[in-house]
């Protein structure tokens, strides 16, 4: 079957240079699988969030278990950057697939058998996170070794975001139906099924060739090294904290999304489907529209504007009681949010040098995955004492606000990223 979609994306998708980066086999063979597992994936993500609610009734243990899910990400991705550095960033992420797929395999049991409790959910959410520590800078890092044509890095990225979002449309709605039909345990085995395609794919499907780093120094001296050269360079340095600021008040809109359904909207899990469903469309048309740029100069505006487009959605979401409402605005909030993070991150891997690429998108993946869970922990305690549309009018004036602070601090970084894509090629400012 994985032959048959390489295939087609092969001999009639490829005419078309939005997706250039699939020009590369291996690319293509992993962007084929990782579609698959993230259909799945999503479709774990909604159930796991409805579930939390119907045991439970409480948006701050809704946003607990978003915590106890990615917080360790904030701890030990550093760490884990070291090791995507040190050994093939390919195993890293295959037996992080496996362990994913026994996590979903152990909650579908759990929830089909009527043994499901709250602790469970937690210990079973941080093995996630722990997981996800390593899988995330390997995952980030994996991409540039898949690629054939250095040029087409940007697309790549682009094409993930669009693929993750792609799949954010597909998931939910099919999610919303399945919990309503049979509930929540079967989304849990349709995900930890989908899970063997992609560890198919990293097993045997593209075989990546790595040089052998034999590093000399100890795993703390280059874990010193990789923090001082990422928090020494201004535009990276900037980027994260952008990335950081985004993480920690924007995208803690999802977690509250359940408890926004239900309470702000009156439905049930097919409402909340259609609102991740409408945030995941606007997700993907904006990695679509990044994936169709020729070139990553220009990304900066990007960032900017879609960070203040962000804010006003968050806004807009605070004071939406209709559902075809929440859903247009839902959409606007996908599109700039993707938009901004997905030109972050493009920025910073063409920034970045090879031997620092998995050390510095360790951080990325602290700013994006660390940060969300303490957003996560405080946009639930905020929501249980203000209630959920005005922790949304919180966030979307915070974000409002650094996007003013990037906005003036944009042009102080413009040099410093000219003179490296000068040196790589690129032909105009960004």
Same mark, same amino acid.
């Given at each position: 079957?994985?032959?048959?979609?390489?295939?087609?994306?092969? /001999?009639?998708?490829?005419?078309?240079?939005?997706?250039?980066?699939?020009? &590369?086999?291996?690319?293509?063979?992993?962007?084929?699988?990782?579609?698959?597992?993230?259909?799945?994936?999503?479709?774990?993500?909604? !159930?796991?969030?409805?579930?939390?609610?119907?045991?439970?009734?409480?948006?701050?243990?809704?946003?607990?278990?978003?915590?106890?899910n990615q917080i360790p990400?904030?701890?030990? &991705?550093?760490?884990?950057?070291?090791?995507?550095?040190?050994?093939?960033?390919?195993? $890293?992420?295959?037996?992080?697939?496996?362990?994913?797929?026994?996590?979903?395999?152990?909650?579908?049991?759990l929830v089909l058998t009527?043994? $499901?409790?709250?602790?469970?959910?937690?210990?079973?959410?941080?093995?996630?996170?722990?997981?996800?520590?390593?899988? !995330?800078?390997? *995952?980030?890092?994996?991409?540039?070794?898949?690629?054939?044509?250095?040029?087409? %890095?940007?697309?790549?990225? !682009?094409?993930?975001?669009?693929?993750?979002?792609?799949?954010?449309?597909?998931?939910?709605?099919?999610?919303?139906?399945?919990?309503?039909?049979?509930?929540?345990?079967?989304?849990?085995?349709?995900?930890?099924?989908?899970?063997?395609?992609?560890?198919?794919?990293?097993?045997?499907?593209?075989?990546?060739?790595?040089?052998? /780093?034999?590093?000399?120094?100890?795993?703390?001296?280059?874990?010193?090294?990789?923090? *001082?050269?990422?928090?020494?360079?201004?535009?990276?340095?900037?980027?994260?904290?952008? %990335?950081?600021?985004?993480?920690?008040?924007?995208?803690?809109?999802?977690?509250?999304?359940?408890?926004?359904? &239900?309470?702000?909207?009156?439905?049930?899990? /097919?409402?909340?489907?259609?609102?991740?469903?409408?945030?995941?469309?606007?997700?993907?048309?904006?990695?679509?529209?990044?994936?169709?740029?020729?070139?990553?100069?220009?990304?900066?505006?990007?960032? *900017?504007?879609?960070?203040?487009?962000?804010?006003?959605?968050?806004?807009?979401? !605070?004071?939406?009681?209709?559902?075809?409402?929440?859903?247009?605005?839902?959409?606007?909030?996908?599109?700039?949010?993707? &938009?901004?993070?997905?030109?972050?991150?493009?920025?910073?891997?063409?920034?970045?040098?090879?031997?620092?690429?998995?050390?510095?998108?360790?951080?990325?993946?602290?700013?994006?995955?660390?940060?969300?869970?303490?957003?996560?922990?405080?946009?639930?305690?905020?929501?249980?004492?203000?209630?959920?549309?005005?922790?949304?009018?919180?966030?979307?004036?915070?974000?409002?606000?650094?996007?003013?602070?990037?906005?003036?601090?944009?042009?102080?970084? *413009?040099?410093?990223?000219?003179?490296?894509?000068?040196?790589?090629?690129?032909?105009?400012?960004?």
């Open positions: 079957m994985l032959s048959g979609f390489n295939n087609l994306i092969k /001999h009639h998708i490829l005419s078309n240079r939005i997706f250039s980066s699939l020009e &590369s086999r291996k690319y293509r063979f992993y962007f084929v699988g990782q579609g698959i597992s993230l259909i799945g994936s999503w479709m774990q993500t909604i !159930a796991m969030g409805w579930l939390v609610y119907r045991l439970t009734g409480s948006v701050f243990l809704l946003g607990f278990v978003g915590f106890t990400s904030f701890i030990l &991705s550093p760490f884990a950057g070291v090791i995507t550095d040190r050994f093939s960033r390919q195993k $890293i992420m295959l037996w992080a697939q496996i362990i994913f797929m026994l996590q979903a395999l152990a909650i579908s049991l009527d043994h $499901i409790a709250i602790w469970h959910i937690i210990l079973l959410s941080l093995l996630f996170g722990i997981t996800s520590a390593f899988d !995330a800078p390997a *995952r980030q890092a994996l991409v540039v070794d898949l690629i054939d044509d250095p040029k087409n %890095l940007g697309n790549a990225i !682009a094409l993930n975001s669009a693929l993750f979002n792609g799949a954010r449309l597909v998931g939910p709605a099919i999610a919303g139906i399945v919990i309503a039909l049979v509930g929540e345990g079967i989304c849990f085995m349709i995900n930890a099924l989908s899970y063997l395609a992609i560890i198919y794919v990293l097993y045997s499907g593209i075989p990546v060739k790595m040089e052998n /780093h034999n590093p000399k120094n100890s795993i703390w001296q280059e874990l010193t090294d990789g923090f *001082r050269y990422t928090f020494r360079f201004k535009p990276i340095r900037t980027l994260l904290v952008m %990335l950081a600021i985004l993480s920690l008040f924007g995208t803690p809109f999802t977690t509250l999304m359940p408890a926004f359904a &239900s309470e702000i909207l009156k439905g049930g899990s /097919h409402v909340y489907g259609f609102l991740m469903s409408a945030t995941g469309a606007g997700a993907f048309v904006g990695a679509i529209y990044l994936a169709s740029r020729k070139s990553v100069l220009g990304l900066g505006k990007i960032i *900017r504007y879609n960070s203040y487009l962000f804010g006003i959605a968050l806004l807009g979401i !605070a004071f939406s009681n209709y559902l075809w409402l929440a859903m247009l605005v839902a959409f606007a909030a996908g599109f700039s949010i993707i &938009s901004a993070i997905a030109s972050i991150n493009t920025l910073i891997q063409t920034l970045a040098n090879e031997d620092m690429r998995g050390r510095v998108m360790s951080f990325y993946a602290m700013a994006l995955m660390g940060m969300s869970p303490i957003g996560n922990f405080l946009a639930g305690s905020v929501a249980s004492g203000i209630g959920i549309s005005y922790t949304f009018v919180m966030c979307g004036l915070i974000t409002i606000l650094s996007a003013g602070w990037f906005t003036i601090y944009r042009p102080r970084l *413009r040099n410093s990223v000219y003179k490296i894509y000068m040196e790589k090629g690129f032909k105009s400012k960004n």
